[in-house]
């Protein structure tokens, strides 16, 4: 009982040294997160994936979700375009701007029915702020729960382009 209580005793007095020297989470190290003002967003989506030693294609839905992690600050979506596996553009999601408030979320559906973007399909997403702010969250989400068998994944967006302020 005795080592039980030094343990937690030197643990506390560890802890607040930490703490003392700023080596535990501050409100300030939110400020060392990057902001932007602008980015070109490279998206993954597959609207099939093969199976098997026949390559039997295994057709999904896939969701795009654009999430504004800015706390105080909207962001203007300005394009999202979808492509196929050869790079061809295939379709305009949106047919003006569309604003996304703080914390808010957009997502938009390519159903397990189309086929034309194949297994290298691919969004292109283009938004821009009128201030610097957090970077947006934007990745794919496929599923399909057809027969016995169900799958889902996700895919991350990468930066092609970025103004910073």
């Given at each position: ?5 030094n343990l ?18 501050t409100p ?138």
């Amino acid at each position: 009982m005795l080592k039980r209580l030094n343990l937690i005793g030197l643990t506390t007095v560890f802890c607040l040294q930490l703490a003392a020297i700023g080596g535990g989470p501050t409100p300030s190290a939110f400020a060392d997160m990057p902001l932007f003002k602008s980015q070109t967003v490279y998206v993954p989506v597959y609207s099939h994936i093969y199976s098997g030693d026949r390559e039997q294609p295994f057709y999904l839905a896939a969701t795009l979700s654009i999430r504004n992690t800015d706390r105080r600050h909207a962001i203007t979506i300005m394009a999202v375009d979808y492509y196929d596996s050869e790079g061809k553009f295939l379709k305009h999601y949106l047919a003006s701007p569309q604003p996304l408030g703080a914390m808010a979320t957009l997502r938009f559906v390519v159903p397990e029915s189309d086929k034309s973007g194949g297994s290298g399909a691919k969004f292109i997403v283009a938004w821009q702020a009128g201030q610097p702010v957090a970077e947006p969250l934007i990745e794919s989400v496929m599923i399909s729960t057809k027969t016995q068998q169900g799958i889902s994944f996700t895919s991350r967006g990468r930066v092609l382009e970025a103004v910073s302020p």
